[in-house]
Protein backbone atom coordinates (compact mmCIF):
# COMPACT_ATOMS: atom_id res chain seq x y z
CA UNK A 1 0.00 0.00 0.00
CA UNK A 2 0.90 3.75 -0.78
CA UNK A 3 0.14 6.95 1.15
CA UNK A 4 -1.17 9.62 -0.96
CA UNK A 5 0.80 12.22 -1.44
CA UNK A 6 -0.65 15.98 -3.81
CA UNK A 7 -3.23 14.29 -5.03
CA UNK A 8 -5.45 16.34 -6.32
CA UNK A 9 -9.07 15.49 -4.85
CA UNK A 10 -12.30 15.68 -7.22
CA UNK A 11 -15.49 17.44 -6.49
CA UNK A 12 -17.24 13.16 -6.43
CA UNK A 13 -15.23 13.09 -2.94
CA UNK A 14 -16.62 16.43 -1.68
CA UNK A 15 -17.92 14.67 1.61
CA UNK A 16 -15.17 13.36 2.79
CA UNK A 17 -13.72 15.21 5.80
CA UNK A 18 -10.80 16.77 4.90
CA UNK A 19 -8.91 15.52 8.16
CA UNK A 20 -9.74 11.76 6.94
CA UNK A 21 -7.70 11.65 3.68
CA UNK A 22 -4.47 11.54 5.77
CA UNK A 23 -5.58 8.19 6.57
CA UNK A 24 -6.49 6.98 3.82
CA UNK A 25 -3.98 4.83 1.25
CA UNK A 26 -3.38 3.57 -2.20
CA UNK A 27 -4.46 -0.22 -2.12
CA UNK A 28 -4.04 -2.89 -4.90
CA UNK A 29 -7.04 -3.54 -7.27
CA UNK A 30 -8.23 -6.84 -5.86
CA UNK A 31 -11.76 -7.12 -7.15
CA UNK A 32 -14.42 -5.81 -9.75
CA UNK A 33 -15.08 -2.24 -9.89
CA UNK A 34 -18.58 -1.20 -8.64
CA UNK A 35 -20.56 2.25 -9.42
CA UNK A 36 -18.66 4.69 -7.14
CA UNK A 37 -15.66 2.69 -6.17
CA UNK A 38 -12.89 5.46 -5.09
CA UNK A 39 -10.04 5.24 -7.41
CA UNK A 40 -6.70 6.66 -7.46
CA UNK A 41 -4.89 7.39 -11.23
CA UNK A 42 -2.70 9.55 -12.81
CA UNK A 43 -2.59 11.67 -15.52
CA UNK A 44 -1.70 9.74 -18.73
CA UNK A 45 -2.71 12.02 -21.14
CA UNK A 46 -4.27 15.49 -21.26
CA UNK A 47 -7.75 15.52 -23.41
CA UNK A 48 -10.96 17.21 -23.18
CA UNK A 49 -10.69 17.76 -19.47
CA UNK A 50 -7.57 19.87 -18.33
CA UNK A 51 -8.60 21.01 -15.05
CA UNK A 52 -10.13 18.50 -12.29
CA UNK A 53 -12.65 20.75 -9.99
CA UNK A 54 -12.41 19.95 -6.22
CA UNK A 55 -14.71 19.73 -3.61
CA UNK A 56 -14.70 23.76 -2.86
CA UNK A 57 -15.42 24.43 -6.42
CA UNK A 58 -12.34 25.27 -7.09
CA UNK A 59 -10.89 23.88 -10.54
CA UNK A 60 -7.30 22.89 -10.45
CA UNK A 61 -5.33 22.39 -13.50
CA UNK A 62 -4.08 18.90 -14.25
CA UNK A 63 -0.91 18.00 -15.97
CA UNK A 64 0.77 14.22 -17.10
CA UNK A 65 1.75 12.67 -14.24
CA UNK A 66 -0.49 14.39 -11.68
CA UNK A 67 -2.51 12.08 -9.13
CA UNK A 68 -5.70 12.56 -8.67
CA UNK A 69 -8.56 10.91 -6.78
CA UNK A 70 -11.44 10.32 -8.50
CA UNK A 71 -14.82 7.55 -8.41
CA UNK A 72 -15.90 4.85 -11.12
CA UNK A 73 -19.30 6.04 -12.41
CA UNK A 74 -21.63 5.81 -16.14
CA UNK A 75 -22.23 8.87 -18.07
CA UNK A 76 -25.05 9.94 -19.96
CA UNK A 77 -24.58 13.27 -21.72
CA UNK A 78 -25.95 13.71 -25.29
CA UNK A 79 -23.97 16.60 -25.65
CA UNK A 80 -20.48 15.66 -24.38
CA UNK A 81 -19.34 11.76 -23.37
CA UNK A 82 -21.49 8.71 -22.96
CA UNK A 83 -19.14 6.68 -20.59
CA UNK A 84 -19.58 3.49 -18.78
CA UNK A 85 -17.65 1.27 -16.04
CA UNK A 86 -14.39 -0.04 -17.59
CA UNK A 87 -13.65 -3.63 -18.19
CA UNK A 88 -10.60 -5.58 -18.33
CA UNK A 89 -8.24 -4.06 -20.58
CA UNK A 90 -10.01 -1.18 -21.13
CA UNK A 91 -8.86 2.75 -21.56
CA UNK A 92 -9.83 4.44 -18.71
CA UNK A 93 -11.08 8.16 -18.89
CA UNK A 94 -11.68 11.31 -17.28
CA UNK A 95 -15.24 11.43 -17.64
CA UNK A 96 -16.12 15.09 -16.00
CA UNK A 97 -14.25 17.48 -14.38
CA UNK A 98 -15.34 16.21 -10.85
CA UNK A 99 -13.72 13.83 -10.69
CA UNK A 100 -15.69 10.66 -12.68
CA UNK A 101 -14.22 7.73 -14.14
CA UNK A 102 -14.98 5.20 -16.80
CA UNK A 103 -14.45 4.79 -20.63
CA UNK A 104 -15.72 6.93 -22.90
CA UNK A 105 -18.12 4.84 -25.68
CA UNK A 106 -18.93 7.79 -27.41
CA UNK A 107 -18.69 11.45 -27.80
CA UNK A 108 -20.88 14.57 -28.95
CA UNK A 109 -18.91 16.01 -32.19
CA UNK A 110 -18.15 19.01 -30.66
CA UNK A 111 -15.70 17.62 -28.12
CA UNK A 112 -12.48 16.46 -28.15
CA UNK A 113 -10.64 13.26 -27.32
CA UNK A 114 -11.18 12.46 -23.12
CA UNK A 115 -8.05 12.76 -21.01
CA UNK A 116 -6.58 9.29 -20.10
CA UNK A 117 -6.12 7.74 -17.01
CA UNK A 118 -3.76 5.18 -15.60
CA UNK A 119 -5.04 3.22 -12.69
CA UNK A 120 -2.56 2.80 -9.78
CA UNK A 121 -5.16 1.45 -7.19
CA UNK A 122 -8.44 1.76 -4.89
CA UNK A 123 -8.39 4.26 -2.26
CA UNK A 124 -8.74 2.51 1.01
CA UNK A 125 -8.92 2.91 4.75
CA UNK A 126 -5.92 2.16 6.54
CA UNK A 127 -6.87 -1.54 7.16
CA UNK A 128 -7.19 -2.15 3.24
CA UNK A 129 -10.99 -2.16 3.02
CA UNK A 130 -11.91 -0.55 -0.34
CA UNK A 131 -13.74 3.06 0.18
CA UNK A 132 -16.77 3.71 -1.90
CA UNK A 133 -19.21 7.00 -2.36
CA UNK A 134 -21.91 4.51 -0.17
CA UNK A 135 -19.31 5.05 3.03
CA UNK A 136 -20.60 8.92 3.16
CA UNK A 137 -24.24 9.03 2.97
CA UNK A 138 -25.89 11.53 4.63
CA UNK A 139 -28.03 10.35 7.65
CA UNK A 140 -31.66 9.29 6.23
CA UNK A 141 -34.10 11.75 6.91
CA UNK A 142 -37.45 11.32 8.12
CA UNK A 143 -40.25 12.08 5.65
CA UNK A 144 -41.71 15.46 5.58
CA UNK A 145 -43.23 17.79 2.71
CA UNK A 146 -41.68 21.52 2.70
CA UNK A 147 -44.78 24.01 3.88
CA UNK A 148 -44.99 25.86 0.62
CA UNK A 149 -44.48 23.07 -1.48
CA UNK A 150 -42.16 20.88 -4.33
CA UNK A 151 -41.16 22.46 -7.56
CA UNK A 152 -39.40 20.35 -10.13
CA UNK A 153 -37.96 21.03 -13.20
CA UNK A 154 -37.48 18.94 -15.85
CA UNK A 155 -36.22 19.71 -19.78
CA UNK A 156 -36.94 18.98 -23.31
CA UNK A 157 -33.23 17.72 -23.49
CA UNK A 158 -29.70 18.67 -22.52
CA UNK A 159 -28.62 22.44 -23.03
CA UNK A 160 -32.49 23.39 -22.69
CA UNK A 161 -31.56 25.89 -19.55
CA UNK A 162 -32.75 23.89 -16.89
CA UNK A 163 -29.93 24.61 -14.66
CA UNK A 164 -30.75 28.44 -15.46
CA UNK A 165 -33.93 28.20 -14.93
CA UNK A 166 -34.12 26.07 -11.56
CA UNK A 167 -30.72 28.97 -10.34
CA UNK A 168 -33.63 31.44 -11.61
CA UNK A 169 -36.81 30.23 -9.54
CA UNK A 170 -34.03 29.81 -6.38
CA UNK A 171 -33.16 33.24 -6.36
CA UNK A 172 -36.75 34.52 -7.15
CA UNK A 173 -37.88 32.83 -4.11
CA UNK A 174 -35.03 33.40 -2.05
CA UNK A 175 -35.14 37.21 -3.10
CA UNK A 176 -39.01 37.00 -1.50
CA UNK A 177 -37.56 35.86 1.80
CA UNK A 178 -37.92 32.31 1.76
CA UNK A 179 -35.46 29.86 2.91
CA UNK A 180 -35.38 27.69 0.09
CA UNK A 181 -33.64 24.07 -0.35
CA UNK A 182 -32.43 23.07 -4.01
CA UNK A 183 -31.65 19.92 -5.53
CA UNK A 184 -29.82 18.01 -8.57
CA UNK A 185 -31.55 14.57 -8.00
CA UNK A 186 -29.93 13.36 -10.79
CA UNK A 187 -26.78 13.98 -13.46
CA UNK A 188 -22.87 13.60 -13.40
CA UNK A 189 -20.63 13.86 -10.92
CA UNK A 190 -19.95 17.87 -11.02
CA UNK A 191 -20.37 20.65 -8.57
CA UNK A 192 -21.36 23.10 -11.83
CA UNK A 193 -25.21 22.84 -10.63
CA UNK A 194 -24.95 23.05 -7.00
CA UNK A 195 -22.89 26.01 -6.89
CA UNK A 196 -25.05 27.59 -8.82
CA UNK A 197 -27.85 27.18 -6.56
CA UNK A 198 -25.30 28.32 -4.17
CA UNK A 199 -24.79 31.38 -5.93
CA UNK A 200 -28.69 32.11 -5.91
CA UNK A 201 -29.25 32.33 -2.72
CA UNK A 202 -30.23 28.47 -2.22
CA UNK A 203 -30.21 28.40 2.04
CA UNK A 204 -29.27 24.77 1.52
CA UNK A 205 -28.42 22.67 -1.45
CA UNK A 206 -28.73 18.52 -1.56
CA UNK A 207 -27.74 16.17 -4.53
CA UNK A 208 -27.43 13.01 -5.69
CA UNK A 209 -23.74 12.75 -4.50
CA UNK A 210 -25.01 12.85 -0.75
CA UNK A 211 -26.73 9.71 -0.97
CA UNK A 212 -24.20 7.60 -2.27
CA UNK A 213 -24.17 8.51 -6.13
CA UNK A 214 -21.09 9.81 -7.75
CA UNK A 215 -23.54 10.18 -11.07
CA UNK A 216 -26.68 8.62 -11.39
CA UNK A 217 -26.63 6.32 -14.79
CA UNK A 218 -26.93 2.84 -14.14
CA UNK A 219 -27.99 2.69 -11.13
CA UNK A 220 -32.10 1.22 -10.08
CA UNK A 221 -34.89 4.08 -10.82
CA UNK A 222 -36.33 2.72 -7.47
CA UNK A 223 -33.24 3.99 -5.78
CA UNK A 224 -33.60 7.33 -7.97
CA UNK A 225 -37.32 8.13 -6.67
CA UNK A 226 -35.72 7.28 -3.05
CA UNK A 227 -32.87 9.14 -3.65
CA UNK A 228 -35.37 12.07 -5.07
CA UNK A 229 -37.48 11.99 -1.95
CA UNK A 230 -35.12 12.13 0.30
CA UNK A 231 -33.21 14.76 -1.07
CA UNK A 232 -36.52 16.71 -0.42
CA UNK A 233 -36.89 15.85 2.68
CA UNK A 234 -33.30 16.35 3.74
CA UNK A 235 -33.84 19.76 2.37
CA UNK A 236 -36.70 20.16 4.67
CA UNK A 237 -34.87 18.84 8.07
CA UNK A 238 -32.55 21.27 7.68
CA UNK A 239 -35.15 24.12 7.53
CA UNK A 240 -36.32 24.88 3.75
CA UNK A 241 -39.97 26.65 3.52
CA UNK A 242 -39.87 25.37 -0.19
CA UNK A 243 -38.26 22.84 -2.49
CA UNK A 244 -36.41 22.93 -5.73
CA UNK A 245 -35.44 20.14 -7.73
CA UNK A 246 -33.62 19.37 -11.04
CA UNK A 247 -33.86 16.58 -12.68
CA UNK A 248 -31.12 16.40 -15.36
CA UNK A 249 -31.39 15.33 -18.75
CA UNK A 250 -34.27 15.14 -21.62
CA UNK A 251 -37.70 13.39 -20.57
CA UNK A 252 -37.45 10.76 -23.38
CA UNK A 253 -34.00 9.91 -21.30
CA UNK A 254 -35.51 6.24 -19.84
CA UNK A 255 -34.44 7.28 -15.87
CA UNK A 256 -35.95 10.95 -16.32
CA UNK A 257 -39.43 9.42 -17.67
CA UNK A 258 -39.78 7.15 -14.54
CA UNK A 259 -38.74 10.33 -12.60
CA UNK A 260 -41.43 12.15 -14.15
CA UNK A 261 -44.02 9.13 -14.21
CA UNK A 262 -43.82 9.08 -10.38
CA UNK A 263 -44.31 12.77 -9.96
CA UNK A 264 -48.17 13.14 -9.54
CA UNK A 265 -48.33 13.32 -5.71
CA UNK A 266 -44.62 14.38 -5.03
CA UNK A 267 -44.30 17.53 -7.15
CA UNK A 268 -46.53 20.89 -6.18
CA UNK A 269 -45.74 22.07 -9.72
CA UNK A 270 -43.43 21.72 -12.71
CA UNK A 271 -41.19 23.30 -14.56
CA UNK A 272 -40.30 22.50 -18.41
CA UNK A 273 -37.06 24.02 -19.63
CA UNK A 274 -37.31 23.81 -23.55
CA UNK A 275 -35.24 25.13 -26.66
CA UNK A 276 -37.60 25.99 -28.73
CA UNK A 277 -41.87 25.66 -28.96
CA UNK A 278 -41.34 21.86 -31.04
CA UNK A 279 -39.19 21.20 -27.78
CA UNK A 280 -42.43 22.11 -25.24
CA UNK A 281 -45.11 20.82 -27.62
CA UNK A 282 -43.50 17.80 -27.68
CA UNK A 283 -42.07 17.56 -24.10
CA UNK A 284 -45.72 18.43 -22.64
CA UNK A 285 -47.28 15.92 -25.02
CA UNK A 286 -44.75 13.31 -23.10
CA UNK A 287 -45.59 14.58 -19.61
CA UNK A 288 -49.56 14.63 -20.13
CA UNK A 289 -49.04 10.84 -21.08
CA UNK A 290 -47.55 10.31 -17.28
CA UNK A 291 -50.62 12.52 -15.92
CA UNK A 292 -47.96 15.58 -14.92
CA UNK A 293 -49.44 18.74 -15.69
CA UNK A 294 -46.87 21.99 -16.41
CA UNK A 295 -46.99 24.52 -14.34
CA UNK A 296 -44.98 26.85 -16.79
CA UNK A 297 -42.46 26.66 -19.46
CA UNK A 298 -39.42 28.31 -19.10
CA UNK A 299 -35.04 27.49 -20.79
CA UNK A 300 -33.28 28.51 -23.39
CA UNK A 301 -36.68 28.90 -25.92
CA UNK A 302 -37.01 32.48 -23.91
CA UNK A 303 -33.73 33.45 -25.12
CA UNK A 304 -36.17 34.89 -28.12
CA UNK A 305 -39.01 36.99 -28.20
CA UNK A 306 -40.05 35.24 -31.41
CA UNK A 307 -40.01 32.60 -29.83
CA UNK A 308 -41.68 32.49 -26.64
CA UNK A 309 -44.43 33.63 -28.18
CA UNK A 310 -44.35 31.19 -30.21
CA UNK A 311 -44.00 28.48 -27.45
CA UNK A 312 -47.21 30.43 -25.61
CA UNK A 313 -49.64 30.37 -28.23
CA UNK A 314 -48.76 26.25 -29.17
CA UNK A 315 -49.10 25.40 -25.15
CA UNK A 316 -51.42 27.83 -24.01
CA UNK A 317 -48.75 28.05 -21.31
CA UNK A 318 -46.98 31.09 -19.29
CA UNK A 319 -43.64 31.31 -21.15
CA UNK A 320 -41.01 32.71 -18.70
CA UNK A 321 -37.77 33.63 -19.06
CA UNK A 322 -34.81 33.08 -16.25
CA UNK A 323 -34.63 36.70 -15.54
CA UNK A 324 -38.49 37.61 -14.75
CA UNK A 325 -38.69 34.17 -12.77
CA UNK A 326 -35.46 35.66 -10.47
CA UNK A 327 -37.29 38.96 -10.70
CA UNK A 328 -40.59 37.78 -8.97
CA UNK A 329 -42.21 35.59 -11.32
CA UNK A 330 -41.12 32.04 -8.87
CA UNK A 331 -43.36 33.63 -6.28
CA UNK A 332 -46.00 32.92 -8.86
CA UNK A 333 -45.32 29.25 -9.24
CA UNK A 334 -46.39 28.73 -5.44
CA UNK A 335 -50.30 29.98 -6.03
CA UNK A 336 -52.57 27.22 -6.01
CA UNK A 337 -52.80 24.92 -8.91
CA UNK A 338 -56.39 25.13 -10.98
CA UNK A 339 -59.08 22.29 -10.50
CA UNK A 340 -58.45 20.71 -13.80
CA UNK A 341 -54.65 20.60 -13.22
CA UNK A 342 -55.82 18.84 -9.78
CA UNK A 343 -57.98 16.20 -12.01
CA UNK A 344 -54.89 15.36 -13.47
CA UNK A 345 -53.45 13.96 -10.82
CA UNK A 346 -53.90 10.53 -10.23
CA UNK A 347 -50.92 9.32 -8.08
CA UNK A 348 -50.19 8.63 -4.65
CA UNK A 349 -47.95 11.26 -2.31
CA UNK A 350 -44.68 9.68 -2.35
Do not use: C
Given at each position: ???LSG??W??V??????????????G????????????V?T??????H??????????????P????V????????????????????????????G??????????T??????????????????????????F????????????????????G????KT???AA??R?L?????????????G???G???W?Y?D????YV?????????????Y??????????????????R?A????????????Q?????????????????V??VG????A?????????????????????????L????????????V??????????A??L??????DD?????????
Amino acid sequence: MQRLSGAKWGYVTRRMDAGERDNFLIGGVTQEPRLGDFVVATVAKLGEHEALEDPHGRRARLYPGDMLVGAYGNRYATDFYEGYMPGVGDAVHLLTSGGLIGTVASSHTSRGEPTELEVIGALTKADGVPLNTEDFVAPAPAQARPELGTIVVLGSGMNAGKTTATAAIVRGLSRAGLKVGAGKVTGSGSGKDHWSYVDAGAAYVAEFLDFGMPSTFGYPVDRLMKTTVDIRDHLVARGADVVVLEVADGVLQDETRYLASQLPGFADHVVLAVGDALGAVAGIGVLAELKVPVRAVSGLVTASPLATREAAAATDLPVVSPAELAGGAAVDLLAEISVDDLAKLDGSPA
